[in-house]
């Protein structure tokens, strides 16, 4: 019983690491990054930490040969939804607010979860409860209200704040998907070979896909603080935050990982104000908070 115990403040510990850190990236290193593009940059933060772990961890490739067919699916699948797909929109929406909005683009990924249980109930035949659909439209009706106020949008006034916040929920259901797709992997094996094949599977998508769109002339524009960002990111808020993540995850349930993925908006409302000097209006802060409970009680 204690240990089972432990197991569980262990991983609660960790996951509350892992989204703290998250929010400090969001709010504060990434956004940095604004002057390079996104297809560039997103291959860069996965490069770097991949070419890292083949420092360390080149014993993973020995796993390669006990991977099934599905392991190579899944594996596919967490690393284009979590990996490129949702990277990519998450990064774009935090360019485009310019440094006003950061903590409502961060807020808006906290939907995730609803994503995630949909697919749940469709891919791994988990079961959705009863209430699912109303706590679900309230978090969504809430998260309207802490992107807009009582406003109206308005794609004609030049604002990138709807396109920021579609480029978010774009990246929620990616990163949900891949949670999913994550789970499924985690039950046969740990999360160093996760971590290490999601990098892996995903530097490889963006090669090709940075080749692809020429995006590549990017390595000519990267200045020295840049660089100083792109490793920071690659040993702490990305690769060492998805470790800390996968590592918490496989000891607690699915409603601890929640609420102790809360810290992630709460951190960054905190770093926002701290760093950026930017706070939520009430209606705001009453549609976070909204958000927040209806999301807790999805998982409940």
Partial sequence: MEKQVNQVLRGTIAISISAIMWGFDGVVLTPRLFNLNVIYVVTVLHLIPFLLMNIFLSKQYTHLRHFVRQDFITLSLISLFGGAIGTIAIVKALFLVNFEQLTVVVLLQKLQPIFAIILAGILLKEKIRKNFLIWAAI???????????????????????IYAALFALLAAFSFGSSTVFSKKFLLNHNFITATFYRYAFTSVIMIVLLIFTGNYTGFGETTNVNWLYFFIIGISTGSGAIFIYYYGLRRVKAIVATISELLFPISAILFDYLINDSILSPIQFISAAVMVFAIIKLNN
Avoid: H, K, R, W
């Fill in 139 to 161: 978090a969504i009706i809430a998260s309207y209200f802490l992107t807009f106020g009582f406003n109206l949008p308005n794609f004609s006034s030049g604002s990138n704040t």
